[in-house]
């Protein structure tokens, strides 16, 4: 006679908890994209001034017609430069992107998310951008929008710290940092909005000129 058979020792439900359906994105889901990329524009926009100074002028700031801030321009294009680069990594990440561990210009793609993470594969008919995917956008050399992508990260992991000189046009990482927040927002349309069928947000801004 044939011993009894043990009784399984796991279920026949999923195998994990942490395995979530896909779902459409929501309307925060959206409103937060959006949000990031208009950031990444505003980044970009003072880049564009930091990089044309030889020395940052005066600013002013008003509310209305009360003037409430003076100081240095940099006042202004620091911040919004260093917002532009956390908000670039949160986009990144969200494709599936990161920056390989001790190389400010290797990009890699994420092994695994927190639980609570939101990520474009969750979404229905999305899956993660690749390495390739993602270099293959743009119309330069792919190392250069590699180191672009990955520099940006780099640069958000390591908390943001920075001298007189960073930011401007004497910066050597000037250049990929424009190549990023140009490209970043492009690539979220591209891989986000135009496959779902959503008109991409118009989050591009226009500095405006000087009264002569």
Not at 3 to 29: E, Q, T, W
Not at 92 to 110: D, I, K, V
Request: glycine share 8%; aromatic share 8%; hydrophobic share 40%.
């Amino acid at each position: 006679m044939l011993p009894a058979r043990a009784k399984p020792s796991h279920r026949s439900g999923p195998v994990s908890s942490h395995v979530r359906p896909h779902i459409p994105p929501s309307v925060d889901l959206l409103s937060l994209l959006e949000y990031r990329m208009r950031a990444v524009a505003i980044g970009h926009l003072a880049l564009r001034y930091s990089s044309g100074w030889d020395e940052a002028p005066a600013m002013k700031i008003y509310f209305g017609e009360t003037q409430v801030i003076e100081g240095k321009a940099t006042g202004f294009t620091n911040g919004a430069i260093e917002s532009a680069i956390i908000h670039c990594r949160a986009l990144l990440e969200f494709l599936g992107l990161r920056a390989a561990a001790g190389s400010p210009t290797t990009l890699r793609e994420l092994a695994a998310r927190k639980p609570d993470d939101t990520g474009i594969e969750l979404i229905d008919g999305l899956g993660r951008v690749t390495v390739a995917d993602a270099l293959i956008q743009y119309p330069g050399p792919p190392s250069e929008a590699e180191a672009a992508l990955a520099y940006v990260i780099y640069l958000a992991n390591k908390g943001l710290a920075h001298t007189t000189t960073t930011f401007t046009k004497h910066d050597q990482g000037t250049n990929l940092l424009e190549i990023a927040f140009r490209g970043v927002p492009v690539l979220v349309a591209n891989r986000f909005y135009i496959p779902l069928g959503i008109e991409p947000p118009a989050y591009q801004l226009q500095g405006r000129k000087r009264a002569a």
